[in-house]
């Protein structure tokens, strides 16, 4: 960090109350999930005299950023912003976008400090709005619950630093490692559950969170899953529904098709029947062809395909040939596992292809999270971690 960047990021003190009223912007923000993408999930608390006078949260379609509502609601309140202190959990934007500048309308309100939990990801922008507020003489404090902050809007600082979206892989595993039964031990066209309801549950929320879903036709042939997010949360846009699928084996009848009114996209390559993509197109499937070789689709391809629909965060919910893909190629960011007690033997199907157990592979995971689903004698494991830190720029 150069000397100017340096006086530009030093934080002014910290009050003993920050946390506490920070911890309240991080939660009006955690409440806006499926609400606020392409942009970032932003809360912000405004407080007089230890007395909450306005909050905010950002919601992509009422436009306002959190400050703003912040503000509005302090004036409906009939409540004087003059010398009150700002909680934002991402610094105030600096430039014009779908809206004015919120450090200007800050600067305006006249508050005396704000605090923000984390500087803008982008680094074309990252600082400014901290050195429009220090410039108009208003003092502000950096880095009160950052990570928290940082964590809320991991794909954003994704996709705004590298245009491609942030990648997770989800897996239910055996507890020796196996993600299904070898096919002679399955009835076909049926999902095979490894995990218990509450685990379950919590894959649910994960696909709230999630722009998109993706899988491979495999699985599709074997499970015929619906891909949907069941959590009955309101959500902005839905959840779009991933296929890779080179030759378009798409059975028409699959529950995939037949609930065409969740988003669906199917990627095909080149030598997909012309047939079979008006078949599928006529029941209100959207096909995209995209490059492949030796009948494997382009994964890098893929992903830029879902960078141009402004997909920020994607879930991947494969079977072992994709798991291995998208590992190999170094395209996954973060990992979640779900370990079930049930054992399945060395025959069964591996985690990954190329990957001898997932246990070895937890080991190049960072900042691993460890947690538990289901009653005591029920429980199934969960292990997360990060591959890449979403805000690095490589």
Avoid at 103 to 131: C, Y
Avoid at 334 to 351: D, R, V
Wanted: charge should be neutral.
């Amino acid at each position: 960090m150069n000397k100017t960047a340096a006086i530009l990021f030093k934080s002014m003190p910290p009050h003993p109350q920050d946390e506490f009223y920070m911890q309240q912007a991080l939660a009006l923000a955690a409440a806006t999930t499926a609400l606020a993408s392409p942009n970032p999930q932003v809360g912000c608390v405004l407080v007089y005299n230890g007395e909450v006078i306005g909050e905010g949260a950002h919601l992509y379609e009422h436009r306002d950023h959190a400050e703003i509502v912040a503000l509005k609601d302090a004036a409906a309140r009939s409540h004087s912003i003059a010398g009150a202190t700002a909680y934002v959990t991402l610094e105030p934007c600096s430039h014009h976008g779908r809206t004015g500048p919120c450090a200007d309308a800050l600067i305006t309100a006249k508050v005396a400090r704000v605090v923000v939990a984390t500087h803008d990801p982008n680094p074309q922008v990252s600082g400014r709005g901290i050195a429009k507020l220090r410039a108009a003489g208003i003092d502000v404090t950096i880095g009160i619950c950052e990570q928290p902050a940082r964590d809320l809007i991991e794909a954003f600082a994704h996709f705004i630093r590298h245009r491609t979206p942030f990648v997770t892989l989800k897996a239910a595993l055996s507890v020796d490692g196996k993600l299904a039964p070898p096919p002679a031990h399955r009835f076909p066209n049926q999902p095979f559950w490894l995990t218990g309801p509450a685990a379950r549950e919590e894959v649910q929320q994960l696909r709230h969170d999630a722009d998109a879903i993706l899988t491979g036709i495999g699985t599709v042939l074997a499970d015929d899953p619906a891909l949907t997010d069941r959590t009955k949360l309101p959500r902005r846009r839905p959840l779009l529904r991933v296929i890779l699928d080179t030759h378009l084996r798409m059975p028409l009848n699959s529950q995939l098709v037949r609930g065409v009114e969740s988003d669906l996209l199917i990627l095909c390559g080149t030598t997909a029947s012309t047939t079979r993509i008006a078949a599928l197109e006529a029941a209100g499937v959207e096909v995209e062809t995209i490059p492949d070789h030796a009948g494997h689709l382009s994964l890098r391809v893929a992903l830029a395909t879902l960078a141009e629909r402004n997909i920020l965060s994607l879930l991947l919910e494969c079977g072992s040939h994709l798991n291995g893909a998208f590992l190999a190629q170094h395209l996954v960011d973060k990992a979640i596992l779900f370990y079930a007690e049930t054992e399945l033997g060395n025959s069964a199907i591996p985690f990954a292809q190329g990957i001898p157990s997932p246990f070895l592979f937890e080991q190049s995971l960072r900042r691993i999270t460890r947690t538990s689903f289901g009653p005591l004698e029920r429980q199934d494991a969960c292990v997360t971690g990060y591959l890449r830190d979403p805000w690095a720029i490589r």
